[in-house]
Nanobody, 126 residues
């Protein structure tokens, strides 16, 4: 049974950092493209970052490029989203998603991903 569980969210001040974790079970996450999405109150869910499953490359939304980074720990079957220089507009529920057949540069499109976690809340506020 494929399962994704996010953790690491919380309340952080502007300029602070958080590391989100996406723990996979029931499959080898190293073989899957993994993406992070977020949804702010009253807004559509948007893609934040993804890690490809072909060559290890990553893609970032323009709004987070240079501040966020995706990494994999294959031994722990976990993917991380490292978030730095956080801003109030980064507030939202962050979810990870997985897709097995995307053997190309990953994309930040929700419809491409088959498996989803429940999400973790990130609040950036002073």
């Amino acid at each position: 049974q494929v399962q994704l569980v996010e953790s690491g969210g919380g309340l952080v001040q502007p300029g602070g950092s958080l590391r989100l974790s996406c723990a996979a079970s029931g499959f080898n996450s190293a073989d899957y493209a993994i993406a992070w999405f977020r949804q702010a109150p009253g807004k559509e869910r948007e893609g934040v970052a993804c890690a490809s499953n072909n060559d290890g490359s990553s893609v970032y939304a323009a709004s987070v490029r240079g501040r966020f980074a995706v990494s994999r720990d294959n031994a722990k079957n976990t993917v991380y989203l490292h978030m730095n220089s956080l801003r109030p507009e980064d507030t939202g529920v962050y979810s990870c998603a997985a897709e097995a057949t995307m053997f190309r540069l990953c994309v930040l499109a929700q419809y491409e991903y088959d498996y989803w976690g429940q999400g973790t809340q990130v609040t950036v506020s002073s």
